[in-house]
C-alpha cells in the first residue's frame, strides 16, 4: 500500500529513542559472492516488457569493501515485526555480501511518524532514513543540511540504478524521483508492474441465492455494470438479509464521508472525489455538477435501506476496510475490498458460512448519459518520492559511496529477484533458520530464474515468502503459487483485470509532489474544503439537509468561496510540472 489525502498534524512527544540490534548474526547463511557496483549486473526490466533496462558500459571504478562498516538505518514498522527486519535471510545474504553491518532503528508500530518527525527535529540522525512516514520535502530536507543529494554520485557508483533511471520506458519513474533542478535524493523502491489491491466487491452467492442461480441483471451483462443493475443487486441483498431477520446488515457500505475520497464508484458518474483530470485538466469531483446526481442515488439508496443505516458513524473506518464485523460475518452485500477477499476467502466452513466474493468495476450511470466511467482508481505509480532510501548528512561521503554500490545490486536482474522472492539453494538459503524453520531447504526459488521451488509452489501457504521489500531496488511481478489460487484461480489477477477495466487516465498521480509553500497552502484549502464538503454530503445523504437542485446550487458557491479554485490552481500547476518532466 499509501496515500494521503489530508495532511496530518502531527503532536511531538518525548519519547526515547532506540536502536535496535544488529541485522543478525553475520555468521549465519552461506557465503555470497560480492559483486560490487564493478560488476556489471543486467537491470531487472519494465513492468514485464521484453526490453531490459540498458548496462552502464562506462568506466566503474571499484569501490573496496574489504574493510566492515556498520550503518544504522531507520526502518518502518507499520506492518512488519523487528525480528522479521533483522533475521531477514535476504538482508543477512546482502550485508555479508558487501561487508555491512545494519544498526537498525525500528520504531514500535504507530509511532513512526512521531519517531520520524522527532528525529528531524533533533538532529539525531540514523545515516540512512526510510522517509516513506515523513511529511517533509525532500528538496526541503536537503536544503536544511539534513540528506545528500545523490545525482553527482550514480553514474559511477550505482550504475544499475542510474541506468535504470534513464531508460526511456521508464521515464515516469525518473519524473517522480528527479525534481525540476535535476536533483534526486533517494534510492527509491520502484514497482515493476503494480497491481490493483483493491476495489468494490459484491457477494455473488447471495445473487445466486435469490434468483435460484438465474441472475439477470437488467444491462443484460453478467457482472453488475451500471447504476440499473446496481438497483437490482442492491434490492436483492436487502430482502436477502430481510428474510435472513440479521439485526443490522448492509447492501452497501460507504465511507463514513459519503463518498470514495480515491474517486473509485464516483467515476461511473463520470467525476472525481477531489481532484481528477479531464483531459489534462484538474478538476475538483465534489462540485461537479454531475456529483448532483450521485448524491440523488446515494439519497435513494439510504432511504430504501440499501445502505449501511450508520455509515455516518464509522469515522475510524479506512474506507478499503469498513465495518469488518458486518463483511466478515456475512452481514453485508457490496463495499470496497480487498483481493485478500475475493472467492471463498470469506467464507468459515465451521459455522456453515459460505461467501463468493466477486470483484466489480465501476457502474456507469447510464441514466444520466455516462455510457463509460472515467478511468480512476487507487494508484500510487510505480514508485513515490519519499520510498526507498535517503541517506542523512550524519552519513559520510566514502560510507555512502559503499551503500550507493551496496543498493544497487538491487536493480540488477539478480538482485531484484532476490529482494522480491527471496533466496534460491545456491545462496544458501538452507543456512538461514527462517527459511530452514518453513521447510524451505531448496530455498524459495530456482536459481537465476523467477520460479519458485517446487515446495513453495506447492506446499508452503504463508502469505509472504521472506524477502525484503522494503529495501530500494525493483520489487518484479512475482508469479502466483498454486497455495494462493483459489479453485485454480488467481484472484490477485482477476481483481487487477476487473479494478483497472477502465484503466487511470483520469487519475490524478499521487506521486505528484508541490513546493513546501504551495504544498502547505494546497492542505490548508483542502482541509477546509472537505470539512465543509463532508459535513454537508452526510446531510443530503440522510435527509438531514434538503437535497435540491437550489440548495446543491448554494453548497457548490460555498466550496468555490472557500478556495476551489485556488487550490485547483495549485494542484494543475504541479501537474503541468509534472508532465514537463
Known sequence: MKKRIIALLLCLVLMASFLAGCGG????????????????????????????????????????????????????????TMDEVENNPVTLYWEKMFNIDIQWQFPPQGSEQEQLTMMLGTGDYTEVMNLSFSQENLPSLYQDGVIWELSPYLEQYAPNYYAYLNDPANADVRSILYDDDGHIYNMATVQEHPMAWGGFVYRRDILDTMTGGNIAFPSGNSEPTTIEDMDYMLGLMKQYFDNAGMAVSAPLIIPSVGYVSTGEFLNGFGIGALEYLDNGTVKFGLCEDKFYNYLVKMKEWFDKGYLYADFASRTQD????????????????????????????????????????QPMAAPADTANGVDTPLGILLDSGRTQANSGFAFSKACSEEKLIRLLSAFDWFFTEEGAITRTMGLSAEQGAADYKLYSEQGMTDGARKNGTREWTDFVQHEYTDDNVPNVDRMPGISIQMPPRDTQLVDGVSYEEIGDEVWTKYGNANTYP????????????????????????????VKFIMGREELTPESFKAYQDQIHALGVDEYIALKQAAYDAFITR
Not at 543486467?42 to 552502464?56: D, I, R, S
Not at 469488518?324 to 472467492?343: F, I, P, Q, R, S
Open 510 to 537: 499521487l506521486t505528484i509532489t508541490l513546493s513546501p509553500e504551495d504544498n502547505t497552502r494546497a492542505t490548508t484549502l483542502q482541509t477546509q474544503i472537505t470539512d465543509y464538503a463532508n459535513s454537508m454530503i
Open 25 to 80: 548474526d553475520n555468521s549465519e547463511g552461506g557465503t555470497p559472492t560480492n559483486n560490487s557496483s564493478s560488476t556489471q549486473n543486467t537491470p531487472a526490466g519494465n513492468g514485464g516488457e521484453e526490453n531490459k533496462t540498458p548496462e552502464n558500459n562506462g568506466d566503474t571504478p571499484a569501490v573496496d569493501t574489504s574493510e566492515p562498516i556498520t550503518v544504522s538505518i531507520f526502518q518502518q514498522a507499520d506492518d512488519v
Open 318 to 357: 479506512m474506507f478499503f476496510l469498513p465495518n469488518t464485523e458486518l463483511t466478515y460475518g456475512g452481514a453485508a452485500g457490496c463495499w470496497y475490498g480487498l483481493t485478500a477477499n475475493l472467492g471463498g476467502a470469506m467464507s468459515i466452513p465451521d459455522y456453515g458460512l459460505f461467501m463468493d466474493v
